[in-house]
């Protein structure tokens, strides 16, 4: 079945020692739309019960999963292999973020390339053999006094790569939820309302600076993006701070 | 102490189930360079043997953990609150991708303001109460069809944008092992010796196409990026197979 994903990049897990880890990495895949996950001798054997439970609801990529005897037999089918390895190797190769690697496996499968992205087991990471068999090197921008990835993060972040590249998603939207933006007509009157309370408790004072605090009490309230049922709430508030005050003459600042 | 890194955002981690989540999350932060984490009420109270565990070599971020009786008291020194959730919400909020939340992020910590990321608990997410004391919300672009996000998985996803967009490491760069790149007349002395090789072999031919076979040829192995030890191999190579080979007269296609 596995075989349908064609335009997918094939995540390989070499020899991975816990189950739990190959769950979350097949739920982390999945929350980003993958779902091509092969093993190279997991130590447990497979299926796996604690890889089940951890998958959460993606067991559907663990059904169809695909286990393999050694890492040239899981890379067999494939014609571009990435290798995630934080090591520096002694070897000879490209070295890509995740972005651009991604950016890479996205440009190959587009072109009907088949892309595997290798990664090495718990602790140990990769031996150089299996980096060997890549053609480029994804090195993760980790702390460099705490390089150490956890496997399925690192399949996480991968994946989110993968996943945010091909996303529709602006970088900025608002949500205005399920109320109405109030129009210009009711932020004023409530302006004007607030200004005409604020007048006699002595608010707009000296008389200099009175013009600019008005207008900066307007542009606050512009910048609020307040709703309609903003608006009511407010006149709300400034109804009940005023309730049962003596009005005229000046207070506050003045007295 | 936690106070002395003002340049960093604080991760809030509102009422977490499991200990292992919290370290899971201690330990992605710290890959990327993040050591300011708060728990608002960790439902099997603090400290946690399994956090300890978890965090692996991060238990540094859990010796420094403030844990708060509630999201306000976690959130009361703060100036600007991201909250991660992929629900839909009834609030008027800026909704961020998580690349743009970590640059704006970056932006206002630069400026000196304290800024808070906050993620809510295992499988409920944040509640309404706690999203609206963020200014704005974060969403990961997750697969509609599986959007639960593991919670340590979040965190690290974060981290990662605060880390790759501070990183200098650049998009590809090459590595080289430690031996030498070939120099151009090694490569040049090769392509020769090859084609020295291949020329009573009939492996040129038809005539018409042996200049552009020939093209060919060096082309490739310019592409190779050759080491010196690559160009020796290759000699060896070449050595081997022409040995005890009757020379003169054509072979190959010409047969």
Redesign the interface.
């Known amino acids: 079945m596995e075989e349908r994903h064609a335009t997918e990049p094939v995540f390989v897990l070499v020899t991975p020692q816990l189950g739990e880890n190959i769950g979350?990495a097949a739920?982390?895949m999945?929350?980003?739309?993958l779902s091509r996950l092969r093993l190279v001798a997991p130590r447990d054997g497979w299926p796996s019960p604690e890889a089940g439970a951890t998958a959460?609801?993606?067991r559907a990529v663990l059904d169809r999963v695909g286990v393999f005897p050694d890492t040239g037999a899981a890379l067999a089918d494939l014609s571009h292999v990435f290798a995630c390895t934080a090591r520096?190797?002694?070897?000879?190769?490209?070295?890509?973020?995740?972005?651009?690697a991604m950016a890479e496996a996205r440009t190959l499968t587009g072109q009907g390339a088949r892309v595997g992205i290798l990664f090495g087991p718990e602790r140990a990471g990769l031996i150089n053999d299996d980096v060997a068999r890549a053609q480029a090197?994804v090195?993760?921008?980790?702390?460099p006094?705490?390089?150490?990835?956890?496997l399925?993060?690192c399949v996480?972040?991968l994946a989110?790569e993968w996943?945010?590249q091909g996303?529709a998603?602006?970088?900025?939207?608002?949500?205005?939820?399920?109320?109405e933006a109030a129009q210009g007509a009711e932020v004023d009157s409530l302006a004007a309302r607030l200004e005409r309370e604020l007048e006699p408790a002595g608010y707009f004072w000296p008389e200099d600076k009175a013009e600019g605090m008005r207008r900066n009490l307007r542009a606050m309230l512009a910048r609020f993006?307040l709703?309609r049922a903003d608006v009511q709430t407010l006149h709300g508030v400034v109804r009940a701070l005023v309730r049962d005050k003596p009005r005229g003459g000046p207070r506050g600042r003045a007295r």
Chains 1, 2 share one sequence.
């Open positions: 979350a739920r982390a999945w929350n980003f739309g959460s609801g993606a520096p190797r002694e070897l000879t190769r490209p070295v890509l973020t995740p972005e651009a090197i090195s993760v921008p980790v702390n006094a705490f390089p150490s990835l956890n399925a993060q996480g972040l989110y996943g945010r996303s998603q602006p970088a900025l939207a608002m949500s205005w939820g399920s109320t993006g709703t």
